[in-house]
């Protein structure tokens, strides 16, 4: 039986004139709300909105779901005379200090984690695919581990932040490894061990509550899920639609290991974060490390590796042909950074490169 998987993505709001983002979110939730119900939410910051598609059972249907949640939250940010923008971090505006959501968990945040909240304006894709239980999903994040930073160059989504281009593909994930549980997770032994992890982090005050669990792959808190959280959100629905179906694929190859009893790699965290700089700075066009070996390797060359890992999977589920043509489009025509700079080298305005990112039916 295939896996069913789905995605949460999150949206900013911005001004249809200036571009840059605008405190909007509540409103346009609350008139998205109509067609989508409680898929349709609020974030830590008024900039920002999310959806969630329901759980499918395979990427036809998934695509299907994404197009019709991304023109619902379209629509209704019309409705509010404001727009939506489908990029890692805000291209234009004041950022500083972000304006808060109301409601009281959003006040324990500002309490808990200070200036960190006021700087949290980014804009991410989780993958979420279904899970026999909770230790079957802490055995595959740790066979998930050494993939992460090819995943990563992969989504890249984030090369401008308030106005200025950041050097990097992907500055959203540097501005996220502030955070003091965030980036790559650690290797778990069982999920036991995990458990015994989150524990201690809860009782020294680093995470909040369970929701505050920002490692780039955990079991849901919520859902009977793996969580695969470090993506930018995509350019376009096909986009996330591909991106969403390789990582199913690779939550297959990965729980059949753990059925198997192969024992996971166990990079250490340190090359892992090292290989995500590299990653988020130069996006597939860079040089990383294949962290398996610790050998240098082209973030183009570890893509190709990652096909080839998952294509028995891609081949069972029917998405071989969806996928692979979805990582050659960003092989050859470039991710979603590159297209974001190509928008701005067209004018030099990044005006240009906003209405680039507005989300529409697409």
């Known amino acids: 039986m295939p896996l069913r998987f789905g995605i949460e993505e999150e949206y900013f709001v911005v001004d249809p004139v200036s571009r840059e983002v605008v405190p909007r979110a509540a409103a346009v939730v609350r008139r998205a709300e109509a067609a989508l119900g409680e898929r349709a939410s609020t974030e830590l910051v008024d900039f ?10 395979d990427l036809d249907k998934l695509d299907e779901q994404i197009r019709a949640m991304r023109a619902a939250m379209a629509a209704a940010a019309a409705a509010e005379g404001v727009r939506l923008a489908a990029t890692g971090t805000p291209v234009l505006g004041e950022l500083f200090p972000a304006p808060i959501s109301a409601g009281a968990r959003y006040a324990e945040s500002r309490a808990t984690y200070r200036g960190l909240d006021d700087e949290q304006c980014i804009c991410s894709c989780h993958v979420h695919v279904e899970m026999p239980d909770r230790e079957h999903a802490v055995q595959v994040s740790n066979h998930l581990r050494p993939w992460l930073p090819t995943l990563l ?6 090369p401008y932040w308030a106005g200025r281009d950041t050097g990097h593909a992907c500055w959203r994930v540097m501005a996220w490894a502030r955070w003091p549980v965030a980036g790559p997770p650690p290797f778990f032994e069982s999920s036991a061990h995990y458990e015994d992890v989150v524990a201690t982090l809860l009782g020294c005050g680093a995470l909040m509550d369970t929701g505050t669990i920002f490692w780039d792959v955990r079991p849901s808190a919520r859902l009977p899920t793996v969580e695969i ?20 694929a690779l939550v297959r190859v990965s729980s059949a290991a753990v059925d198997a ?21 130069d996006g597939l066009a860079g040089k990383g490390v294949d962290v398996r070996t610790g050998r240098p390797a082209g973030f183009r060359e570890l893509a190709g590796d990652l096909l080839a890992h998952v294509l028995p999977a891609l081949r069972d589920a029917g998405d071989l042909g969806a996928v692979t ?4 489009r960003l092989l050859t025509g470039g991710t979603g950074a590159e297209r974001q700079r190509g928008a701005y080298r067209r004018r030099g305005r990044l ?3 906003v209405d680039a990112a507005i989300l529409r039916d697409r």
Not at 153 to 158: Q, V, W
Not at 265 to 276: G, K, S, V
Not at 325 to 328: E, F, L, M, P, S
């Open 48 to 57: 920002l909105a999310e959806a969630k598609t329901p759980p499918c059972d």
């Open 153 to 158: 160059a992969l989504a890249a989504n984030s």
């Open 229 to 248: 959280r470090l993506a930018d959100v995509a350019p376009t629905a096909t986009d996330a639609a591909v991106f969403a179906a390789l990582i199913r």
């Open 261 to 281: 009893g192969e024992r996971a790699p166990d990079p250490p965290q340190e090359l892992l974060r090292a290989a995500y700089w590299l990653a988020a700075r």
């Open 325 to 328: 043509r979805g990582v050659h």
């Open 351 to 353: 005006t240009d490169v």
